[in-house]
């Protein structure tokens, strides 16, 4: 594409040669002759470090937000935004041709894109589905490493979502795509805001930032939902001027709300009021927050047109989603829940709903992740002690941190309660301990990985599926 049209509606400053454009990329490892190299700024690097040596290699143009006293540069105020923009030009601008869902908050948003995907396609819409277990075209399974994707692979995936035949696509929107402009040019049909609870604070330094991250969805949503049970939500329900749908599941104001909640080990059923609308939802997954992701996906639903009634009914018919509340067999007198709580509010948001329904005791298994947001540890140690009947603290994905430091930060909160705990660093012999010491009725929250298959020790991604481990463990003991 020649440069002239990869620039349509980017303001900057810089001479062009409009030169042919075979290739774009911000890595400075994939620089060659006739590409566009963007200088992004990232949490450990900086692009413009790189400027020079990406002209040297042959790129035609370089994307500045600073002037590099390069004759190729083109300056821009932000660099992130420009590179969204000129990545939808470069692949045709398919945003044009899809209608987009974007789901953003600390939890939940994995839950509700594969259930409003579910209610899409029993409608006979193709549906395109983004988000953090797996990107989804129709059918078809495409593996992914982020929960948004980059400038480049976001452009690339829309387009090829389009040209499948797709007509919506629902998304996880991370509050680092949100930051990064990663989605520039997405207008959304519907936006929504889950919860917002401390995470990824590493990244965003503060709550403040990171709410005001997540906020920016909603400067490009026609309608947003907004769950009004977290001091955010409240908040961002009265600073969006455009249409916007509020529901609780807690009784407070908001045009929507959950009533005659009823949880079981099965599920959830409620009935969803408000505007004229009285209707029974059950969905296959227990816990307070299954009512809030349940009511989360009838409410886009119905802002997207499609009959109450008939989206109620493909909710009921979804299969539970894998690491979210999920039930591993074991055979026993116990039971196991995966779950991919990695934050202080998803752990006691699966914990209060593992209470809801026990009989036994609920043990929790549990680490943090290493290189990551360290303030959360205490914390996450805290709410552990204050909502489980027994700990097992272990490793999470240490990566580049040594694995006892990590739970030495999270003893710091586990030991203001006293709760009975071990620690064990190795996350397999931990699930062994659980297993091996499990008592009748007890359910053993394994926390954290959810659904991933791996861990990463060092720089190091070994398999590690949690509901391969428990399997092996019971094989074991059965010999």
Known sequence: MKLVKLLEDVRYKGVVVDSEISFLTCNSKEVKKGCLFACLKGANVDGHDYAKEAVSSGAVAVLVEKDMGLPNQLLVDDTHKAFGKICANFYGNPAKRLKFIGITGTNGKTTVT?????????ENKKVGLIGTIQNEIGSKIIATEKT???????????????????????????????????????????????????????????????????????????????????????????????????????????????????????????????????????????????????MTAELVCI?????????????????????????????????????????????????????????????????????????????????????????????????TEDPDSIIDDIMVGVEKIKTPYIRITDRKKAIKYAIENAKTDDIILLAGKGHEDYQVIGKEKIDFDERDVVRDILESLDR
């Open 114 to 122: 594969k259930i409003v995907k579910n209610v899409l396609e029993k």
């Open 303 to 399: 802002a997207l047109g499609f009959d109450a009634n008939k989206s109620a009914a493909s909710i009921a018919s979804c299969k539970p989603i894998k690491g979210r509340s999920e039930r591993i067999p074991t055979k026993r007198n116990f039971h196991i829940i995966c779950d991919y709580a990695h934050s202080p509010d998803g752990l006691k948001n699966i914990l209060d709903s593992i209470h809801s329904y026990s009989k036994g005791r609920v043990v929790a298994l549990f680490g943090c992740g290493g290189d990551r947001d360290k303030t959360k540890r205490p914390i996450m140690g805290e709410v552990a002690a204050k909502n489980a009947d027994f700990l097992i603290v272990t490793s999470d994905n240490p990566r």
């Open 148 to 294: 948004t994707p980059d400038h480049i692979n976001y452009q690339m995936l829309i387009k090829e979502m389009a040209d499948e035949g797709c007509e919506y696509v629902v998304m996880e929107v991370s509050s680092h795509a949100l930051e990064q402009s990663r989605i520039a040019d997405t207008q959304f049909e519907v936006g929504v805001f889950t919860n917002l609870s401390q995470d990824h604070l590493d990244y965003h330094g503060t709550m403040e930032n990171y709410y005001q991250a997540k906020k920016k969805l909603f400067d490009a949503s026609d309608c947003s939902i907004v769950c009004v049970d977290d001091e955010y939500g409240k908040r961002l329900s009265e600073e969006i001027d455009k249409k916007v749908m509020t529901f609780t599941a807690k009784d407070l104001s908001a045009n929507f709300k959950a009533k005659d909640i009823k949880m079981y080990v099965e599920g959830v059923d409620f009935r969803l009021v408000g505007e004229g609308l009285n209707e029974k939802i059950h969905f296959s997954t227990p816990g307070l927050f299954s009512v809030h992701n349940a």
